[in-house]
C-alpha cells in the first residue's frame, strides 16, 4: 500500500496553474491584490489539475491519537491517562476542536493507533459519514505507546510502516466518503518531544531550536526534554533519506499515521490542512518518502511551538494565519478552513472584468 501510494504522487499541474494565473488578471479586483490567497487558489488548481479547482467543502478532521514511552524521562508534567480521557472528551463533543468543527461544519473522526490506557469508547460505525454533529471514532491500535526513544527505537520499521499505512486508509476513507480536504488532528501527552527530534533529524536543526515547551512546561523540564531530544539523535543517528527509518527511531505512532494520511491525500490529489508541530514534523516524513506531496499541503498556521517554524521554512510552507497556538487537536487548521475555501471561491464566483462590464485601467 505504501509503495503504491507514493507512486500514485504526481507534481501539481503546471496548465492549470497557469490557466488560474490567467482568471486572477482578468478578475474585478487589482493583480496580486489577494496576496497569498492567489498563489494558493493557483496551487490548488494544480493539484485538482482544473482551473477552477473545486471548492473544498465538506471538510473532514482526522485526529490521530498516541501515547509515548519518552513520558517516563518526565519531559511533561501531563500524566499520560489524559490521551485516553480527551479522547472521551472529543467523542462526547466538548473539546475545542468540536467547537472549531461544529462552526466550519468539518466532521470529526478519532482514531486509535497507540494509546496506552483502555478508551471508554464502544465500537466504530462501519463508515465514515461525515456529519460534524457525530464524532467518530476508529480503532487501529498498531501497539499500546511507543517505546522510550531516550532507551530504545520508538517502533519497529513494521510497526511504524502499519502506522503509516493506518493513515493511508483513513484518508482514503474520507475522500470515499465525500470529503474535500483533510485536516490533521493529534492528541498524545509527550507528542511534542517525538515531534522535534523528527523535525531535528529531518532538518538537521539544532534541537535547541527544534524543541518547544509544549503545553508549558518549566525551565527545568525543557532542559530535560532538550537534553532528551540531543541524546535520542545521537544514539539513534536516523537518517533523513529513510524516513520510515527516522519514524521508527524517534517518532510516535500519530505522527507516522499523520504522515499516512498526508500521503493518501495527496495521491488522490486532495488538499491536506496542516495544523501545528505535530503534523509539520509529520509533514516532513511525508515529504521525505515523496516529495511533491507538499504540493497537496496547506500550513493551516504557525504553532508557538519553533520547531513548527523550522519545519514549515523547510517545506517552503507559508502559515494562512498566526495566531500564537499551541493546542494541537487539529483546531488551528480548521480556523484556516474558510481562509482556504475563500481562495477558491474567487475564482468560482467573482466577476471578470469583461463579464461585469468594468474598465480595465
Known sequence: MLETTIAAIRPLDEAAMADARELHGRLTKPAGSLGALEELSVRLAGLAATCPPPVPERAAVAIFAGDHGVHAQRVTPWPQEVTAQMIGNFLAGGAVVNAFARQAGASVTV???????????????????????????????????????????????????????????IADELIDAGAGILLTGDMGIGNTTPAAALIAAFTGADPLDATGRGTGVDDPTYARKVAVVRAALARHAPDRADPL???????????????????????????????????????????????DAVGAMIAGHRSAEPGATVALRHLGLDPLIDLGLRLGEGTGALLALPVVTGAVRVLHEVATFDSAGVAEK
Open 111 to 169: 482514531v486509535d493507533v497507540g494509546v496506552a490506557t483502555p478508551l471508554p469508547v464502544g465500537p466504530a460505525p462501519a463508515s465514515p459519514a461525515l456529519d460534524p454533529s457525530a464524532p467518530r471514532f476508529v480503532a487501529a491500535t498498531v501497539r499500546r505507546g511507543t517505546r522510550d526513544l531516550a532507551v530504545t527505537a520508538a517502533l519497529t520499521r513494521d510497526e511504524a510502516e502499519a502506522a503509516v499505512r493506518t493513515g493511508i486508509r
Open 245 to 291: 527509518g527516522v519514524l521508527a527511531a524517534v517518532g510516535g505512532l500519530e505522527h507516522a499515521a499523520l504522515a499516512g494520511l498526508i500521503l493518501g491525500a495527496a495521491a488522490r490529489r486532495t488538499p491536506v490542512l496542516l495544523d501545528g508541530v505535530i503534523a509539520v514534523s509529520a509533514a516532513l516524513a511525508a515529504a521525505a518518502f515523496a516529495p
